[in-house]
Nanobody, 122 residues
Framework: QVQVVESGGGLVQAGGSLRLSCAAS????????IAWYRQAPGKQRELVAV??????NYGDSVKGRFTISRDNAKNMGYLQMNSLKPEDTAVYYC?????????????????WGQGTQVTVSS
């Protein structure tokens, strides 16, 4: 299994910035994709951004404000969030799709973090 831990959430004023980090661990051979999702109270979980071997993609509501990146050597992912708005308030989750070393060879596994709270005050 791939273990995933997020960090970097907190309280920030509107217009401010935060940087979320996502650490993946386990018997990882390579990471195929890292994605950030968020879920606000009473709303469905939505995709914020994803980075894979083909590039990056963003949800319409964060385009131009958020930047996703990865450090393959460290098995880390990041989400730089600028120009934050109160509607960005949510729990942010990291999702990792990784190729794992197992006794049966390389197997693809998916992992979710526990989430980190981001609160943007107006």
């Amino acid at each position: 299994q791939v273990q995933v831990v997020e960090s970097g959430g907190g309280l920030v004023q509107a217009g401010g910035s935060l940087r979320l980090s996502c650490a993946a661990s386990g018997s990882i051979f390579s990471i195929n994709a890292i994605a950030w999702y968020r879920q606000a109270p009473g709303k469905q979980r939505e995709l914020v951004a994803v980075v894979n071997n083909g590039g990056t993609n963003y949800g319409d509501s964060v385009k131009g404000r958020f930047t996703i990146s990865r450090d393959n050597a460290k098995n880390m992912g990041y989400l730089q969030m600028n120009s934050l708005k109160p509607e960005d308030t949510a729990v942010y989750y990291c999702n990792v799709l990784a190729l794992m070393n197992t006794n049966w060879g390389k197997v693809q596994r998916e992992g979710w973090g526990q989430g980190t709270q981001v609160t943007v005050s107006s």
